[in-house]
C-alpha cells in the first residue's frame, strides 16, 4: 500500500512538472517579442512546397530530416512556411491530415523555433477548409498566428519585429498573405489566385498607420504563395538566371498587389 502511494506521489510529481514545462513553452511562445539581434540582424528561414504525404512515409523522414539539418545550419529566428506544407488532396479524414500536418512542424517544435504558416493551393484540398486549417495551426505552441494582428480569420497576418536597442521600437514588419486557390476576386474561375481585395485594403490600412506612428524608415518584406503576373513580366522581357524546372502559374488578373506595395 504505502508503495503505491509513493508511486502515485511520484507519477504526480511528473506529471506537474511535465505540466510546468509545457506551460512554459506555451507562454514563452505567447510573450515572445520579435527582435533584432545585438548585430542587427534578423534571420528568416523559408520552406516552401514541402507536400508531405504525398510521396509516402519514407520521403516524408528525408524531407524531416533535411528540416532540421537546415535549422541546425541556419539557427533562424523564425521560420516561414509559404504554402503547400502538405498535399492536402491525399485523404479525406480528418485525423490523417492532422498526422500529415504535424510533419512538417515536427522539427520546428524540435528545434523550438518560432514559425509563420500560409496557404499555398494545396493544403486546403482535403477535409478541412482553410479556416479550419488556419484554427488547427493556431493550436501549436511555436505558431505565431494566434499571437500577432490579422485579418479576416488570420488568413492574412503581420510581425512586427522591433529595434536591437529597443524592443518598443518597430524596425521591420513581416507580412504574409493568403493567395487563395484559383480565381483573382471573382474574375475568371480558371484563373489562380491572388491577394484578395480585402487584404490588399486592410495592407494599405496598416501601411499607412506603420507610416503615421513609426515613420518611413521601416524594413518590410511579404511572404505569399501564388507569384503576382509581374514575375511571368520579368521572365518574358529581362535577362533571368537560374533553373526553372516550372513555369510560375500567375493569376492572368492583375489586381494591384505590386503597385500596393511599392
Known sequence: FILNIMKLLASLHFSCYFFLVFLSTLLSASQQTFQFNKNGEYTILQFTDLHFCQDGPEKDSKSQELQR????????????????????????????????????????????????????????????NRHQVAKLDETYPFSVRKHVEGFEGMLDFMIPVYSSKDKHKLAANIWLFDTGSQSCDGFDSSSWGCVKRGALDWYNEKSQEIKEQHGTNIHHIAFLHIPIPEIIDLINTQRVYGVVGEQPNCPVVNNGFFDAVL
Request: one cysteine or more; charged letters at 25%.
Open 69 to 128: 539539418k537546415i535549422l541546425k545550419w541556419i539557427k533562424p529566428d523564425l521560420v516561414v512556411f509559404s504554402g503547400d506544407a502538405v498535399s492536402g488532396w491525399v485523404t479525406d479524414n480528418a485525423e490523417e491530415f492532422e498526422i500529415c500536418y504535424k510533419k512538417f512542424i515536427d522539427p520546428i517544435a524540435e528545434a523550438q523555433i518560432p514559425y509563420a504558416y500560409i496557404f499555398g493551393n494545396h493544403d486546403a484540398e482535403g477535409p478541412l
